[in-house]
């Protein structure tokens, strides 16, 4: 292989990565563990905490999901074949049902809609929702419609229109065709609003051209507002803060009610909050945990106003909090679930939307569709990594809460240490988070200008893996935050690797003589 002389391959984003030390590559790689090539030759073992940003809960290169991807190739299992029937796609969705199930103690059925990607499963979900919303919006033009038909009728067979209803429309009393027409252009009027999507605060969605929008950080979202519906964001965790901007938006149309021989005005709801989404442990956003409470307001703010809620489980799904779904930790059931990341396996590229039965729209799978979605080869790799996270009463699950308590324990100690430059120690299971208090007035100039330029967290996960051999980033919207999303098969002796680093860390903030970056 014959090497570029220039690199044109995201070229700004390996110079960036040289600058802090990190731009490592990386050979091959095996449970936690990343090798990286060196310039001799040789290979450095790298403890990977990043997990690819939460894909590899079952290990790098998990051996039963390798031999299972030969087996798939050996045995030539077609990788396209699209518009046939597909049972493996059809054997995800229900064990992802039956976990559902059981995680939640409901038994309504969840339809599955395949995709590549998280962004590409979220937009799936906001596409799927906003279908839903559209084909409720036009029935409840029709009714309206309806409603004036049978006014008409009651008006010809003798009934009256109470005159507050000319003078709420503003026609001359007793001109009923008037009426009619101006409730029609209202109606209208109303039916072509724009949608609103709603997202919380901090939180992260993907970054493509509808998924951004959902995306807080405003550094991704903002250059890209003019492309799609820009979303309403709700302050995370605060009470009253998701029914206050369901009541702002709502919207009732106005009909005819035919009442004996009288007719007057009448309402009906009209849908324009195409869907609520959340992560319930933010990923990207420094690892926040919704909070039980808040989790009840939310599902009981959309129930009434039939506003469906869209849990991205993307990075906090597959097992890693400690359940399948972490939203089943809050009592938090989501209308729709997108997953992705650790569903492959670390092997494969695999996403999945789930919608529930009551809001789920057959027609969808008409308008909607992608060339590598629901393939043999990632649904069957998918399967399996499910099996094995549900194997011996769901083990997995029971780790990933164990070796998290561990490792949380560990950041817990190191923050009751240096309380003065750990902020705080969030998540649960693996997926955790360590935040550090802005460090721009350290009185170390090269730990100050870092800080300054919001890049403290780099900077340490450049020191990490140059001086401690572990591969740790800060969450992408919350720079101060380190993430630590290792696999099922943490060890104590990497625990240890990880708090003897983080401890030379903090003193390397400390202390003018050692080198950051
Ligand atoms: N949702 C969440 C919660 C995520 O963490 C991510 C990726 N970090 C995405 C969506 C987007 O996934 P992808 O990068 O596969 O598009």
Redo the contacts with the bound molecule.
């Keep these: 292989m014959t090497t570029s002389a220039i690199e044109l391959a995201e070229p700004t984003m390996l110079g960036w990565l040289t600058d802090y030390g990190l731009d490592a590559e990386y050979v091959r790689s095996s449970g936690n563990t990343l090798f990286a090539k060196q310039a001799d030759g040789s290979e450095r073992p790298v403890l990977d905490l990043a997990g690819g940003?939460?894909s590899v809960l079952l290990g790098h290169n998990n051996p039963e999901l390798v031999a299972l991807a030969r087996e798939l190739f050996e045995q030539q299992t077609p990788i396209h074949a699209q518009f046939s029937r597909h049972p493996y796609a059809n054997e995800l969705v229900t064990r992802l049902n039956a976990v559902l199930h059981r995680e939640f103690g409901v038994s309504e059925p969840y339809y599955g809609v395949f995709a590549n990607?998280?962004?590409?499963a979220?937009e799936a979900a906001v596409k799927h929702a906003e279908l839903d919303r559209v084909l409720k919006v036009r029935a409840a033009v029709d009714a309206v419609e309806e409603s004036l038909n049978r006014a008409r009728e009651a008006v010809a067979g003798g009934a009256t229109v109470v005159e507050d209803a000319y003078r709420a429309l503003g026609v001359p009393v007793g001109d009923f065709e008037a009426l009619a027409a101006e409730l029609s252009r209202v109606t209208a009027e109303k039916a072509a609003r724009q949608p609103v999507f709603l997202a919380l605060e901090s939180?992260?969605?993907?970054?493509?051209v509808g998924?951004i929008q959902l995306t807080h950080n405003p550094v991704y979202r903002t250059p890209f507002t003019a492309l799609a519906r820009p979303s309403r964001f709700v302050a995370f965790n605060q009470p009253g803060a998701v029914r206050k901007i369901l009541d702002e938006e709502r919207v009732q149309l106005t009909e005819l009610v035919v009442d004996g021989g009288a007719v007057r005005l009448g309402e009906r709801e009209l849908p324009v909050v195409t869907a609520f989404l959340l992560?319930p442990i933010?990923?990207?956003g420094g690892i926040q945990e919704v909070g039980a409470e808040f989790a009840r307001e939310i599902a009981t703010a959309c129930e009434e106003a039939g506003v469906p809620v869209v849990i991205?489980?993307?990075?906090?799904g597959m097992g890693r909090s400690g359940a399948f779904f972490a939203s089943s930790q809050i009592g938090l059931r989501g209308d729709y679930y997108?997953l992705?990341?650790s569903l492959g396996g670390g092997v494969a590229k695999a996403?999945v939307m789930l919608v529930r039965e009551k809001f789920y729209r057959g027609d969808f799978e008409l308008v909607h569709s992608s060339t590598f979605a629901k393939d043999s080869f990632s649904c069957t790799i998918a399967l399996k990594a499910l099996e094995l996270l549900e194997a011996d009463g769901g083990r997995a699950y029971r780790q990933a809460a164990e070796l998290g308590a561990k490792l949380k324990a560990v950041l817990e100690s190191i923050r009751s240490d240096h309380p003065d430059l750990v902020k705080d120690v969030r998540g649960r299971g693996l997926m955790l988070g360590l935040e550090f208090h802005d460090q721009s007035a350290n009185p170390i100039p090269a730990v100050a200008e870092q800080a300054k330029a919001g890049m403290l967290g780099y900077a340490l996960a450049g020191y990490l893996l140059r001086e401690h051999a572990i591969r740790i980033f800060p969450t992408?919207s919350a720079t101060n935050t380190l993430r630590f999303e290792p696999s099922l098969f943490f060890t104590d002796a990497e625990i240890a690797q990880v708090e003897a680093g983080l401890r030379a860390a903090v003193a390397v903030l400390r202390d003018p003589s050692k080198r950051l970056v």
């Design positions: 940003y939460g990607s998280g962004a590409e979220i939180g992260f969605h993907g970054k493509l998924s992560e933010q990923g990207e991205d489980e993307i990075q906090s997108a992705s990341k996403a992408a």
